[in-house]
């Protein structure tokens, strides 16, 4: 395995009581898995650019035998766990969610967040994909400022930010990030 000291819990992998945090480096765009303590996988974001804009990629990684989001579900399951329990997508850009059609195609999803249609996804074709597949994903739900993500004994992720709204560091509670007469 990648890692030895890695042992399986409810069907994932963690390093006994750590906080894991992955970067996966596809050449593509974004890939950060987080392990939690108990095992628990949180996926931010499957990005996958397409060939033909030097300026943005790199080579793909590790090799171009596979798409971006098939390699993302490949890692995962090479440190042991059968499926993503949380994919957030951050936004609506390819580097940020243009793997995530063949990564659901590997790997099954248990939770499928973003930041919704307000203001409305821009019409690019890798958004439009991945819109269709959101919308045929059951456990599909726009993401709230202030919501805790997954939380533990001795941590918590929570959405500090997200549509204009932020957290107030209270519970869930979130505020407008615009003053009440901005347009």
Known sequence: ?????????????????EFDLH???????????IVTPRG????????????????????RRPDASRPA???IAHYIRQLGSER??????SH?????????SDLLANIPVTRLI????????????VVQRYLADRGKHKAYRPIQAGE???????????????????????EASAVSFFPPDWQ
Do not use: C, K
Request: negative net charge; proline residues 8%; glycine residues 16%.
């Open 84 to 89: 993503v329990d949380t994919l957030v997508v």
């Open 23 to 33: 970067q996966i480096h596809t050449g593509r765009g974004n890939a950060l898995l």
């Open 114 to 125: 973003d930041r919704g249609g307000d203001p409305a996804p821009p019409a690019f074709p």
């Open 148 to 170: 805790a993500l997954m939380s533990g004994e001795d941590f918590e992720i929570r959405t500090v930010a997200a549509n204009g709204r932020v957290w107030t560091g209270s």
């Open 40 to 59: 628990e996988t949180l996926l931010i974001d499957a990005g996958d650019v397409p060939d033909g804009r030097p300026q943005e990629v790199g080579p």
């Open 1 to 17: 395995g990648l890692h030895p000291e890695l042992h399986a819990e409810g069907g994932a992998l963690t390093a006994r009581g």
């Open 69 to 71: 989001g098939a390699w």
């Open 92 to 100: 609506y850009h390819d580097d940020h969610l243009g793997g995530v």
